[in-house]
């Protein structure tokens, strides 16, 4: 793998599955993720009527997210290889599709 990383890219060693369905909106994991990959939405809400996070690229499976959530919104998987992906949001991230605008 070369060692650059195309600046419109970013390294990432791992993902999360949000389930967006359970997030109360809390913000805690969001200061949690040091390298600053979730935000919350802020149109978007669950059913509930909550914002949740969304994730972008560069996540480093750290787990902190999972760790701080009080309602075990995330699951997170390490990659077995780091790669680059393109900056920007990580749709599939998402499960629980029922969110609304
Ligand atoms: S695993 Fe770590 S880097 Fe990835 S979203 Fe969670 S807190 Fe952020
Ligand atoms: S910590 Fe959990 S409940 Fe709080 S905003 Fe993040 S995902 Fe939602």
Known sequence: MS???????VLT???V???VEAC???DLCIDACKPGVLTMTELLRNDRGYRF???E????AC???AQICPDFVFQVWKFDEPVEM???PVPSSRSGERATA
Request: proline share 3%; aromatic share 0%.
């Open 24 to 26: 109360k909106g809390c």
């Open 17 to 19: 599955i949000i389930d």
């Open 63 to 65: 787990r902190a997210c």
């Open 3 to 9: 060692s650059k990383v195309r600046t419109d890219h």
């Open 86 to 88: 393109m900056r920007g």
């Open 13 to 15: 060693r791992g993902t």
């Open 53 to 55: 996070p969304e994730l």
């Open 57 to 60: 690229a560069g996540c480093t």
